[in-house]
């Protein structure tokens, strides 16, 4: 496995854990946010434009939503 697929692996394994751990703190909300915007990062690297696009506004939306909980 390359350091491409590595990156890619522990920012969606990030997403998920922060997402299920959303309810226990907001700061999980900000994790989910970074780890999307992670995942994002991964799309645009990888050559996977729409994956990046989409990731991308879901990190914005997760921000809207930890300033919210915040």
């Known amino acids: ?4 697929s590595l990156f890619g692996l522990f920012a969606v ?11 226990r703190h907001h700061l999980f909300i900000l994790g ?3 780890s ?7 799309g645009f690297l990888q050559g996977a434009w729409p994956f990046g696009l989409v990731e991308g506004v879901w ?4 921000l809207q939503r930890w300033r919210k909980a915040a």
Do not use: K, P, W
């Open 59 to 62: 990190s914005l939306v997760a």
């Open 13 to 23: 394994s990030t997403m998920l854990l922060c997402y299920a751990l959303e309810a």
């Open 36 to 42: 999307c915007a992670l995942g994002s990062l991964y």
């Open 32 to 34: 989910f946010a970074a």
């Open 1 to 4: 496995m390359d350091r491409l």
